[in-house]
């Protein structure tokens, strides 16, 4: 077991956070969602400065606020680290520079591959005490320096220190929605299998939403599984994804609804990424296909079709919106 995971073990019986539950040593990081990152010396969370989507913006704490998924992180496993990845824009956790001096600061920057020298993107959890419940230090594999808490509230890197409690926090997580609707920014009607069809092969195409109270409509209901840096979208009442028929590379090459299909048999046209970042209710964004690099819009027809990606186009952008049960 890591230490990372011995830390986490000490820290799930104990540690609540509102009505969020702690997360669990037992639990991979990609099957709890989400986590907050809270400060133990003053409550305040690791945080995103003014909420910017902007590369090589400074990482900060910040007083929670409500929903804010510029305050949550997705951990991304990596051998003993792990790439801390902001949920509202994609960006991971970054030691400016590479530097190695204390006081440096730590900012966003574009999620770097293993390919690509990511070990300044790279974090793991040391236990700071026996006391379970007093917090872990995140540590720098680049650096060998620890995440702390400047006068201004800005985050940087200093050595760790066994009197600074600004260098402890505590990991919460926040259970990510099962399901999701994908909707269209242009007719804000939403993603459905056509006719609402549930057999492998159906066009993909926009509906109205005719969900209710008493009568939700799963087939407009879509689960995203992570992959790597892609997603898999999952219809919830079939488990049929989305794929790019005949793994085409045109421009108008239909998008259906087919039986999910493993790595070895090819499944790049099953998988997808959010440009600049995950949707959100109230942020807009284009998923855009691995296979061939173009991204979801809408014909004429309201049928679900590849394009290449325009500004112009705002049937190209898609609202991600939690399903509420």
Not at 235 to 255: F, H, K, Y
Not at 274 to 288: C, N, S, V
Request: glycine letters at 8%; aromatic letters at 6%.
């Amino acid at each position: 077991m890591s230490r990372f995971q011995m830390a986490l073990v000490a820290m799930g019986a104990v540690l609540l956070l509102s009505a969020a539950q702690t997360y669990a040593a037992d639990s991979k990081p990609d099957d709890a969602g989400y986590v907050k990152i809270i400060n133990v010396a003053t409550g305040k969370l690791l945080a995103l400065e003014h909420e910017s989507d902007a590369a090589s913006d400074q990482a900060v704490i910040a007083a929670e606020a409500k929903g804010s998924h510029a305050q949550q992180w997705k951990l991304e496993k990596n051998g003993d680290f792990y790439q801390l990845v902001n949920r509202a824009n994609g960006l991971a956790l970054d030691v400016n520079g590479w530097s190695t001096d204390a006081g440096a600061s730590i900012i966003l920057w574009d999620a770097k591959g293993a390919g690509d020298q990511n070990d300044n993107q790279q974090w793991s959890w040391e236990q700071a005490n026996q006391a379970s419940d007093k917090g872990v230090r995140i540590n720098s594999k680049s650096s060998g320096l620890v995440l702390d808490v400047d006068d201004a509230g800005k985050i940087v890197q200093q050595g760790a220190s066994n009197t600074a409690k600004s260098q402890l926090w505590r990991i919460v997580y926040v259970l990510a929605p099962a399901y999701v609707k994908l909707v269209n920014a242009n007719s804000h009607w939403v993603l459905a299998p056509e006719s609402d069809s549930g057999y492998s092969g159906a066009r993909a195409v926009v509906a109205k939403d005719a969900d209710s109270k008493d009568k939700p409509n799963k087939e407009h209901q879509w689960k995203l599984e992570k992959d790597g840096s892609f997603y898999k979208i999952v219809q919830r009442p079939t488990g049929l994804v989305l794929d790019v028929s005949g793994d085409s590379s045109d421009e108008d090459g239909a998008i259906i609804l087919y039986d999910d299909k493993s790595a070895a048999d090819g499944n790049d046209n099953q998988r997808w990424s959010w440009e600049g970042g995950p949707a959100t209710a109230d942020k807009p964004r284009r998923l855009k296909s691995k296979s061939s690099g173009l991204v979801l819009d809408v014909d004429d027809e309201g049928n679900i079709v590849q394009r290449s990606p325009s500004e112009k186009s705002k049937g190209q952008m898609w609202l991600m919106v939690e399903v509420k049960e």
